[in-house]
């Protein structure tokens, strides 16, 4: 028990120390990927926070299955390293004292993995898709910023405004240069901002209390036209059907329909739970035959079985949603290949010319190199 303790503190210290630095990656990457999508007036900076929260939460299927498959390994690297791995054998723990310990671990990350994947991320993302569409009328027209001039639509159009008012959302003294194939048009207002049309999700530019001018360059017949209320549009967003789309629904409700997309989607979803407790598995037994300074190739050999089991996943879903591949075989197969896998492994690692019979002579090469 003490030795399984030390082994399952060993993993959650390699564990702790890998998802946070990917968790520190991720969410630079994503802060940047936000800010920059306000600077466009895409979203608003008020929201950033938020979001950034629920993808965050979303992309914790994706971390602690990773995270803890390499934590694994390199806390099994670590102690073979130090031969406190052949002391561990030499005592008594095998391959049943370094499984159950992964096992334990990897069933707790498993239920916060199903959590997630069953209950959280639908939700999670239905809210982005809330917050992005809730946003929209609270950024500035297409990132305007005051006292610049803004290029729209490879340069066709040109949007500039004096100041900004302090709801942060109304530009005030604004121009707008409109450039179509026959004539330019120009147009200026007091006042500006943006709102989203309900049914169609376009964005337009609305200017209050204004003079539009209209003709062609050099020509002398321009059009001139005082309004006090002009909608532009500056997006087109095609209309959001979400209601058929299975990726928001609710897990329960895909039992509720009958379809080979449905089941691609709930199987998909267990996916990330099984892998969180199979990958630990394989992982001590890919690191058990890393010995001596080949711990590299190990670590190769790893990363590799776990982007090519990511992709047969990912490719046995778009079978299944196609019906090339039948719902009753689906991905179950592919997780009993990965077990078959570990299990061969072990049969070969328990021989007895593996690994597990020679602790004597490893403890005696590690007396004598220290």
Same mark, same amino acid.
């Given at each position: 028990?003490?030795?399984?303790?030390?082994?399952?503190?060993?993993?959650?210290?390699?564990?702790?120390?890998?998802?946070?630095?990917?968790?520190?990656?991720?969410?630079?990457?994503?802060?940047?990927?936000?800010?920059?999508?306000?600077?466009?007036?895409?979203?608003?900076?008020?929201?950033?926070?938020?979001?950034?929260?629920?993808?965050?939460?979303?992309?914790?299927?994706?971390?602690?299955?990773?995270?803890?498959?390499?934590?694994?390994?390199?806390?099994?690297?670590?102690?073979?390293?130090?031969?406190?791995?052949?002391?561990?054998?030499?005592?008594?723990?095998?391959?049943?004292?370094?499984?159950?310990?992964?096992?334990?671990?990897?069933?707790?990350?498993?239920?916060?993995?199903?959590?997630?994947?069953?209950?959280?991320? +639908?939700?999670?993302?239905?809210?982005?898709?809330?917050?992005?569409?809730?946003?929209?009328? =609270?950024?500035?027209?297409?990132?305007?910023?005051?006292?610049?001039?803004?290029?729209?639509?490879?340069?066709?159009?040109?949007?500039?405004? =004096?100041?900004?008012?302090?709801?942060?959302?109304?530009?005030?003294?604004?121009?707008?240069?409109?450039?179509?194939?026959?004539?330019?048009?120009?147009?200026?207002? =007091?006042?500006?901002?943006?709102?989203?049309? +309900?049914?169609?999700?376009?964005?337009?530019?609305?200017?209050?209390?204004?003079?539009?001018?209209?003709?062609?360059?050099?020509?002398?017949?321009?059009?001139?036209?005082?309004?006090?209320?002009?909608?532009?549009?500056? =997006?087109?967003?095609?209309?959001?059907?979400?209601?058929?789309?299975?990726?928001?629904?609710?897990?329960?409700?895909?039992?509720?329909?009958?379809?080979?997309?449905?089941?691609?989607?709930?199987?998909?979803?267990?996916?990330?739970?099984?892998?969180?407790?199979?990958?630990?598995?394989?992982?001590?037994?890919?690191?058990?035959?890393?010995?001596?300074?080949?711990?590299?190739?190990?670590?190769?050999?790893?990363?590799?079985?776990?982007?090519?089991?990511?992709?047969?996943?990912?490719? &046995?879903?778009?079978?299944?949603?196609?019906?090339?591949?039948?719902?009753?075989? &689906?991905?179950?197969?592919?997780?009993?290949?990965?077990?078959?896998?570990?299990?061969?492994?072990?049969?070969?690692?328990?021989?007895?010319?593996?690994?597990?019979?020679?602790?004597?002579?490893?403890?005696?090469?590690?007396?004598?190199?220290?």
């Amino acid at each position: 028990m003490i030795l399984q303790r030390y082994l399952m503190k060993e993993i959650l210290r390699a564990f702790g120390m890998i998802i946070g630095g990917l968790m520190l990656i991720y969410l630079s990457t994503r802060f940047a990927s936000y800010l920059g999508q306000a600077a466009e007036g895409k979203i608003a900076a008020d929201h950033i926070f938020r979001m950034i929260s629920l993808k965050m939460l979303v992309s914790l299927k994706d971390l602690i299955p990773m995270s803890l498959y390499l934590g694994v390994f390199t806390a099994m690297i670590r102690l073979q390293r130090d031969f406190e791995l052949t002391a561990i054998r030499a005592a008594g723990g095998g391959h049943h004292l370094l499984i159950s310990g992964a096992l334990m671990l990897g069933f707790g990350a498993a239920i916060i993995v199903a959590f997630i994947t069953l209950y959280a991320e +639908p939700r999670a993302e239905l809210a982005l898709v809330e917050i992005r569409n809730q946003t929209e009328n =609270e950024a500035t027209i297409a990132g305007v910023k005051a006292g610049r001039f803004k290029e729209l639509s490879g340069g066709k159009r040109i949007f500039y405004a =004096e100041t900004v008012a302090g709801d942060e959302r109304t530009l005030e003294n604004t121009f707008v240069q409109v450039q179509n194939t026959t004539d330019i048009g120009l147009m200026r207002s =007091e006042e500006a901002y943006v709102e989203v049309e +309900p049914t169609s999700r376009d964005r337009f530019a609305v200017f209050l209390d204004g003079t539009s001018y209209g003709g062609m360059p050099g020509a002398l017949d321009y059009v001139i036209t005082r309004f006090t209320r002009y909608a532009l549009r500056i =997006e087109n967003n095609s209309p959001q059907d979400l209601t058929r789309n299975v990726n928001y629904f609710h897990t329960m409700d895909l039992f509720k329909y009958d379809g080979p997309v449905y089941s691609a989607e709930f199987q998909w979803r267990v996916a990330s739970a099984i892998a969180t407790l199979l990958l630990p598995i394989l992982a001590i037994l890919i690191a058990l035959a890393s010995r001596g300074s080949s711990w590299y190739i190990g670590l190769i050999t790893a990363v590799s079985v776990y982007f090519v089991y990511s992709n047969i996943l990912g490719v &046995g879903k778009s079978l299944m949603k196609k019906g090339i591949l039948s719902p009753i075989i &689906g991905l179950w197969v592919i997780h009993l290949a990965l077990i078959a896998i570990a299990v061969a492994l072990l049969i070969i690692q328990r021989r007895p010319s593996g690994i597990r019979q020679r602790p004597q002579q490893e403890l005696l090469r590690a007396s004598r190199g220290r």
